[in-house]
């Protein structure tokens, strides 16, 4: 690690405030950032912790009937308290890593790194959420651009991120054997305005929406209605774990097992 | 009845205590006054050139007391390699030199090239940034075969090629063993890998070199399997410090694996900067770090093939493999191909006429060296997969023609040098057709079929030779040290006894077990026994702990010191018993004359030891303090039968450990948990090997899987409950204990059970692939699966 001054702002202005100096950089949780800065792959000379903001803590829900989890809410959190509300979403979380990791991860470090093989990215995408900044709010079909890629400008800070409740959902995931992160996984939820597939673990371009599943799943909801559908394997992530070809393979496997699961 | 002391008791581990509360003393726990820390600068280049390390800027950064390169150990000796192999020709293998820091070239990612001394490691890891290397890339080779292409890249420039050594074995048995093929019945050939493995002990390494100026003396704390082999191999060949100035200390260590047998630079380098720098030096590995240094294992590509005749007896095996060397020559590197691999070739069965073939070569990755089990592994995967593979040609139960191949007269001599002295192959299958419930498995694949899962039942059986080794054998073999080990029993003047053994536990229970023999010898309570080790100042002299050798030679080092003391107490018993020597009899911590009710007890024959006034002084010395060497004559030879039973998921090639069965033979066995244990943890290893381990290069000799994020051990979640038993004993003939060793078993038997098994899985579900090769990933069988 190189040397990096600590700010531990309790408001979100004194936050933005702090994150406006020079290579300043948001701590969140730490589980991707800290091991970055002892691999001396990054260098800040500050580090905002936005752990001390009570305003980004916990889960609640809004005059909407939308689920709310503040920046700041651990994995453990949103797996405990999301449960009665969204448990979907919840058993997503519940799955991320391992209890320490739990205990420290952030939904809005999940969000702000967007790790093409993370899970609330396709919890987000999938559920049609709104990422709320300092700024402003983003819709998640805006807000994903690609591996490791957001809309968020330099120094602003996810302070929650706001999820309608779809009628049924649910999260599949085949775990990469080493790290336990997606190898390829499938969040399905039937919304409103329809059926809504987001994947991880699969495309270079990090987390995307299977439009053409969305379709299928639309028009009938049912396991046999994706069974027959395929993604072009060729641009996916290829690795020690999984080829591409696999990768779209599990794609259709993972849809169709969520689906499944909703019943 | 369970005992609950002594050999035979399943006495609760007594290290335990310390490890789980926190208090066990491992070398990173350790800190000298004044000391200073070194980070070591890696080459980041697979191959290439070294032009020039300028270390200017670096020398005035802050918190550095010195930077050391290449130039500073111009007058040091280099890493020296413990076995030399005779290639098929009678020539020696090619021994490149071995460099503490990086020389003219730089030969895998992960080589030291310079070490910074400083205050903190952080100002080291700073100072070492701003060191400049420049270095000329080289093409590197990283694939066995086409390093031994002509034409193909030198790792090192002075040899003739990059192939180390290519071993026959044996050679004249060759033309014989080709002869048979041409009259086989039926021949079976595979192609497999055997799959490089990062060992991961649960502590990294760890070095501090300490000197003393008053004195002179270098003392070195490291994490060691042996520490007096580091002795050795460090004082006499690396640095020239005689061994009476040179003191090791492995105090805790927290696993090994094999890959803390070796000497490395960083044990070297910080015994070296102590004097030049005069004050301590520690290193402490990070995790990244043993990635690339710690030695790696297994890495070998072979070719086997197997002539039966028309009864379906074998007739003989061939085989064809490359080893990976890695850069330079780790220090037993060349014998685990060779020595500990060929000889296991007949397996557990009569084939007369073998023929192994080894090309050690030498590539530009970091250097490949015994991982529990250290060839016998290997030799296990291939033959076991070879009999499976034949049995499927022949339409003929795997088992049955396992069973029909048996060797079941002892002692028996193989055609690769070996002789085994016992076994029972024939009672560890029936075991373990018993254990695993071969009869209710078509009832639990249909159960696993109507789920959409295939279930597969993969078996195998094992022999390995542990007990390393008679020393006059392994020095005709190339050994260029013995392989004998020293016990020295001490006993105090109030009874308790200090055993000093040169054998080495770092995780597999020496204390509580080693204990319990003497306990038992004695018969005495295993608490007033206490085990030393790991110190060359406090025990004569050790070979260490690897092979499963350490009950079966440091254990009969011990056996045969206790005798002596056994010995000495009689005598002393027989003067204060005023009764002929040959009368005492010790049972139970009391000596008495035989037919009598006269006795004294061993806490007063020990007291008369040491105050010698009523003593036989004439005839003995005062004092119980016996020294014992013990250097077996052969090999031990556990031997087992493992079963496992998978299911297999066809959309996703998920593969899931349902049952695990093993029945091994380790002839008598001191502790039953310990030795459970021990196999618990080799198949937890062995498992790994097969389902989730791959340590993989890229073509540019970068290791692709270089952290946890990508480099997948086995979790607890990945494996079953297994079902151990270890109720078939044939004692070994030749120790005084008639054991065998358990420590390297679960992962020398387990790859093939589980590989058997996913082929059967597969089978089952309408898709014969013939091999698929470790580790099984979910992505490999899909592809299998729909290839
Ligand atoms: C062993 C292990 C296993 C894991 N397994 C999984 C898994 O299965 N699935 C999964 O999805 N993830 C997994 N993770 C990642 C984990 O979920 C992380 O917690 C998460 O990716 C980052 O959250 P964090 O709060 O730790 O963020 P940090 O590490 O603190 O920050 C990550 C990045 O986001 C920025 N940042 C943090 N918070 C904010 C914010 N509120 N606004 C703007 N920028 C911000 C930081 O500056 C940094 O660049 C795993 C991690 C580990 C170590």
């Known amino acids: ?263 | 009845m369970p005992k609950d002391g002594g050999i035979g008791a399943s006495s609760k581990r007594r290290e335990d205590v310390r490890f789980l509360t926190g208090n066990g003393n491992y070398t990173d726990d350790m800190n000298m006054r004044g000391q200073a820390y070194v980070h070591f600068l890696r080459s980041d280049i697979a191959h290439g050139t070294i032009n020039s390390v300028d270390t200017s800027a670096a020398a005035g950064m802050p918190g550095v007391v010195q930077i050391f390169t290449a130039t500073d150990f111009e007058g040091v000796g280099g890493m020296p390699c413990g076995w030399q192999v005779t290639d098929k020709h009678g020539e020696a293998m090619q021994e490149p030199g071995h460099p503490v820091l990086a020389t003219g070239k730089v030969r895998h990612v992960g080589e030291p090239i310079a070490a910074v001394v400083a205050e903190s490691v952080e100002q080291a890891r700073d100072a070492a940034e701003a060191i400049n290397v420049d270095i000329s890339e080289l093409p590197a080779v990283v694939n066995m075969k086409d390093a031994v292409k002509e034409g193909a890249p030198k790792v090192h420039d002075d040899l003739t090629s990059n192939l180390c050594y290519d071993w026959g074995f044996v050679e004249e048995n060759k033309g014989a063993v080709d002869q048979a093929f041409v009259d086989a019945a039926h021949v079976t050939t595979l192609e497999l890998v055997n799959n490089r493995l990062v060992a991961n002990p649960m502590e990294p390494r760890v070095a501090i070199g300490d000197y003393n100026r008053s004195d002179g003396e270098h003392t070195l704390y490291t994490t060691s399997q042996n520490p007096h082999v580091i002795r050795l191999l460090m004082g006499a060949f690396v640095l020239g410090i005689p061994e009476h100035k040179l003191r090791v200390v492995a105090p805790d260590v927290g696993g090994g694996f094999g890959t803390k047998i070796f000497h490395y630079q960083e044990e070297a380098f910080c015994t070296f900067a102590a004097k030049a720098c005069n004050r301590p030096v520690k290193w402490t590995s990070t995790r990244s770090e043993a990635f690339i240094s710690d030695a790696h294992g297994r890495d070998h590509v072979t070719k086997i093939e197997l002539a039966l005749d028309a009864a379906h007896n074998f007739t003989a095996i061939r085989t064809d493999t490359y080893a990976n060397m890695g850069a330079y020559l780790s220090t037993f590197a060349p014998s685990v191909p060779t020595w500990l691999h060929g000889t296991l070739m007949a397996g557990n069965y009569k084939t007369p006429l073998i023929y192994v073939n080894v090309k050690a070569v030498f590539t530009n990755t970091v250097p490949v060296d015994a991982y529990r089990g250290a060839g016998r592994p290997e030799a296990t995967f291939q033959l076991e997969r070879l009999v499976d593979k034949a049995a499927h040609e022949l339409g003929v139960d795997p088992i049955a023609l396992r069973r029909q191949n048996f060797i079941t007269e002892f002692p028996y001599a193989t055609p690769v040098a070996v002789e085994y002295d016992t076994g029972d192959y024939v009672a560890t299958m029936d075991r373990l057709e018993e254990m695993a419930d071969a009869a209710g498995f078509k009832a639990r694949r249909a159960a696993s079929e109507a789920n959409g899962k295939l279930r597969g039942l993969g078996v195998n059986c094992y022999i390995e030779a542990c007990g390393i080794a008679p020393s006059n054998l392994v020095g005709q073999l190339g050994a260029r040290a013995g392989l004998y080990e020293s016990a020295t029993v001490r006993v105090n003047a109030t009874g308790g006894l200090v055993v000093m053994t040169g054998s080495h536990s770092h995780g597999q229970g020496h204390e509580t077990s080693f204990a319990q023999v003497v306990a038992e010898m004695i018969g005495i309570d295993e608490n007033m026994v206490e085990i030393v080790h790991g110190d060359t100042a406090r025990t004569p002299m050790g070979m260490g702990t690897y092979g499963s050798r350490s009950i079966a030679v440091g254990g009969s080092a011990m056996v045969r010191a206790t005798e002596k003391i056994i010995a000495k107490a009689k005598k002393i018993a027989s003067h204060l018993l005023e009764a002929s020597e040959g009368d005492i009899e010790l049972k139970d911590g009391a000596f008495s004359v035989a037919g009598t009710d006269k006795s004294v007890a061993w806490g007063d024959v020990t007291l008369a030891a040491y105050v010698p006034h009523n003593y036989p002084l004439e005839d003995i010395e005062p004092g119980l303090e016996e020294t014992a060497f013990y250097d077996p004559s052969n090999f031990t030879y556990p031997s087992g039968a493992y079963a496992c039973e998978v299911e297999l998921d066809p959309e996703t090639g998920q593969v899931t450990i349902e049952r695990f069965s093993a029945a091994d033979d380790f002839g008598n066995i001191i502790n039953p948990m310990i030795v459970s244990g021990q196999v618990h943890g080799g198949l937890a290893q062995g498992i790994g090997q097969a389902l989730l381990e791959n340590c993989a290069y890229d073509a540019d000799g970068q290791l692709q899987s270089a952290s946890y994020m990508d480099y997948a051990m086995p979790r607890a979640s990945d494996l079953p409950f297994y079902d151990v038993d270890h109720s078939c004993q044939t004692p070994c003939t030749h120790n005084p204990l008639g054991v065998k060793g358990c420590g390297e078993a679960g992962a020398i038997g387990s790859p093939p059970a589980v590989v058997n098994a996913v082929l059967d899985a597969m089978r089952s579900g309408g898709k014969d692939v013939g091999h698929i090769d470790m580790p099984v990933t979910p992505s490999r069988v899909w592809a299998a699966m729909n290839g």
């Open chain 1, 1 to 263: 690690m190189y040397n990096f001054d600590v700010e531990q702002p309790s408001t979100l202005a004194d936050a933005v405030q702090a994150l406006s100096r020079d290579e300043a950089q948001p701590l969140s949780g730490g589980q991707t950032l800290i091991p970055t800065l002892k691999a001396r792959l990054a260098a800040p000379s500050v580090l905002v912790s936005l752990g001390g903001i009570a305003d980004m803590q916990g889960v609640s829900v809004d005059g909407e009937g939308r689920l709310c989890i503040g920046g700041g809410t651990t994995h453990a959190t949103v797996a405990a308290e999301a449960a009665a509300h969204y448990p979907a979403l919840a058993g997503l979380a519940a799955r991320i890593g391992d209890p320490a990791v739990r205990n420290r991860g952030t939904i809005g470090g999940s969000v702000a790194n967007n790790d093409p093989s993370a899970c609330y990215p396709a919890g987000v995408l999938g559920s049609g959420a709104v990422i709320v900044t300092n700024a402003r709010e983003i819709a998640a079909d805006d807000y994903f651009q690609g591996m490791f890629d957001t809309a968020l400008e330099e120094g602003e800070i996810v302070t929650e991120v706001k999820f309608p409740i779809p009628s049924a959902a649910h999260y599949e995931k085949m775990l990469q054997p080493a790290s336990r992160f997606p190898l390829v996984a499938a969040f399905v939820a039937k919304t409103a305005a329809g059926v809504r597939v987001a994947i991880t673990g699969a495309s270079n371009n990090g987390v995307f929406r299977w439009r053409e599943a969305e379709a299928a799943l639309s028009a009938n909801f049912s396991a046999d209605a994706v069974a027959g559908l395929s993604v072009d394997g060729s641009d996916m992530i290829s690795d020690l774990h999984g080829t591409g070809a696999y990768r779209a393979n599990l794609v259709g496997v993972m849809t169709k097992r969520a689906v499944a699961a909703m019943g």
